[in-house]
């Protein structure tokens, strides 16, 4: 069976100051992952994925997240985060001709001025 | 403007009353999602359709039902079985044979009076 594991409930980060949010799963097959954002009260966000090819993928608001195999891990990272990005980063593993993506629990980022 | 609506944000509910949360997409998708979420536990699969009159059980059923009658509609009923129902409700739809990427709605908060 799939999993996922954020391992930090809750990050607070200078505004400024670089972020990586961590996600490990765990999954039999070549995996496909996710990050989502939520802000309070919304829906989420998709904000990158990664299929295949580059390890590296680039996603929105300046986020960018790495797959490595070796360590079953699809880390978050942002050099510089700025006040808006508070929110909850939610971390998914699926896979092809999967119907169903499993989350993680959730990190919610606090940024401090 | 494509997307998906959820409606009503907020719906109270009086014990022993069932009430329908209402998800409609124009994306054309095939597949649509229903999940359930609180604090500290993540999203968790309620039901999910692959296509119109076809539906499944995800993990936490017991409690709720779904029809899909139409293929941008997926409305989810919480029933007086499901003891309890306080919780913010996800709705999500994905195209079929893509790249797995599930897409959110806004989000219905239900409250128990």
């Known amino acids: 069976a799939q999993s996922v594991t954020q391992p930090d409930i809750h990050i607070t980060v200078s505004e400024g100051a670089s972020l990586e949010l961590r996600c490990n799963y765990s999954y039999g097959a070549t995996p496909y992952l996710f990050w989502y954002v939520q802000s309070p009260g919304q829906g989420l966000q998709l904000l990158l994925k990664?299929?295949?090819?580059?390890?590296l993928v680039q996603g929105i608001k300046g986020f960018e997240a790495e797959f490595k195999r070796s360590q079953s891990s699809f880390n978050l990272r942002k050099p510089s985060v700025h006040w808006s990005d508070a929110a909850e980063y939610f971390c998914?593993?699926?896979?092809?001709?999967?119907?169903?993506?499993?989350f993680g629990t959730g990190t919610r980022l606090t940024i401090i001025p | 403007d494509g997307g998906i609506t959820q409606s009503p944000k907020y719906l109270f509910r009086k014990e022993g009353q069932n009430v329908t949360l209402s998800c409609e997409q124009n994306?054309?998708?095939?597949?649509m999602y229903w999940y359930r979420q609180d604090p500290g536990q993540g999203l968790r699969l309620i039901y999910y359709s692959q296509i119109v009159n076809d539906f499944q059980k995800g993990d936490i059923a017991e409690g709720y039902s779904v029809s899909r009658e139409k293929k941008e509609s997926f409305p989810l009923t919480v029933t007086s079985a499901q003891k309890n129902p306080t919780a913010f409700y996800l709705c999500?739809?994905?195209?079929?044979?893509?790249?797995?990427?599930?897409?959110f709605g806004p989000g219905t908060r239900l409250l128990v009076l």
């Open positions: 999500a739809s994905r195209n079929r044979g893509g790249t797995e990427t599930q897409y």
């Open positions: 994306l054309n998708h095939d597949a």
């Open positions: 990664y299929f295949s090819g580059d390890t």
């Open positions: 998914a593993v699926g896979a092809i001709g999967n119907e169903k993506l499993t």
